[in-house]
């Protein structure tokens, strides 16, 4: 039986030491603020906002190049391997493409790339997911196969806290930017393929309580894991976690 490697990209917020533990190999992708360029982790999440704050424009991200997966996948080749890669939709990012060049052109046959139609959350469980059925002993192909059918079922909802960053993004005009703020309002979104405004609320307490009911439309499957995230302050993650002990 052939070896298999799971793979995902940065994009998934692994911790470092949660990768080794689960045995998957990260692929970072790239973050160019202004006219610096980092690799995703070579900036701390700290020094991150604090240069988002005071940035008029905001950074860029960009997939890893095809180069840097054909070495990945050229690697696997000559150990004999086979690949399972989980990486950030291909609505978000060009990550799944470079993935696919990389692997024509190390002309590797050995590789199932997954293409989450999300991030962060959603990859999370299937890269879990991935790590236990290779641990079962399960083929490539069948982790490839359920992970597809098992991404149609996973919901990713957010919450936008500030409406700073979509307008220094250019999806919302400064006027209405200024107007949602004196309102407290707060965008609720979902990734199904690309990001999607599914509500909004009036204050964060209502948002919150409108993606708990959104989670109450979506019955959760104990079989798998409910994943929680924040970006700066994890006070807001508690609140959420909060309102959804009664669903």
């Not at 999440?45 to 960009?62: G, I, N, S, V, W």
Request: glycine letters at 8%; one cysteine or more.
């Amino acid at each position: 039986m052939n070896k298999i490697r799971i793979v995902t990209d940065s994009s998934a917020e692994f911790e470092p030491s949660e990768l080794v533990k689960l045995g998957v190999e990260c692929v970072p992708l790239i973050l160019n603020f202004g006219t610096e360029t980092f690799l995703d982790g070579e900036i701390t999440d700290e020094a991150f906002y604090e240069r988002l704050e005071k940035a008029e424009e905001l950074p860029k991200t960009a997939q890893p190049s095809p180069e840097v997966f054909e070495a990945l996948f050229s690697s696997a080749k000559e150990k004999g391997e086979e690949v399972v890669a989980v990486l950030i939709g291909s609505g978000l990012s060009g990550t799944t493409q470079s993935a696919r060049i990389g692997m024509e052109m190390a002309q590797f046959s050995g590789g199932y790339i997954v293409d989450s139609e999300s991030t962060v959350g959603v990859m999370q469980i299937l890269v879990l997911e991935a790590v236990k059925m290779r641990a079962a002993g399960a083929s490539a192909q069948e982790i490839f196969e359920a992970l597809e059918a098992l991404k149609k079922k996973i919901c990713l909802f957010a919450v936008v806290d500030t409406l700073e960053y979509l307008r220094k993004g250019g999806r919302l005009s400064r006027t209405s930017s200024v107007i949602g703020t004196l309102l407290n309002i707060k965008p609720i979104v979902t990734i199904a393929g690309k990001v999607q405004v599914i509500g909004k609320a009036l204050g964060l307490r209502k948002a919150l309580g409108a993606v708990a009911a959104k989670v109450k439309e979506n019955p959760v499957d104990p079989s798998y894991p409910v994943v929680y995230g924040y970006t700066k302050t994890e006070k807001n993650m508690l609140l959420l976690m909060d309102a959804l002990k009664e669903v």
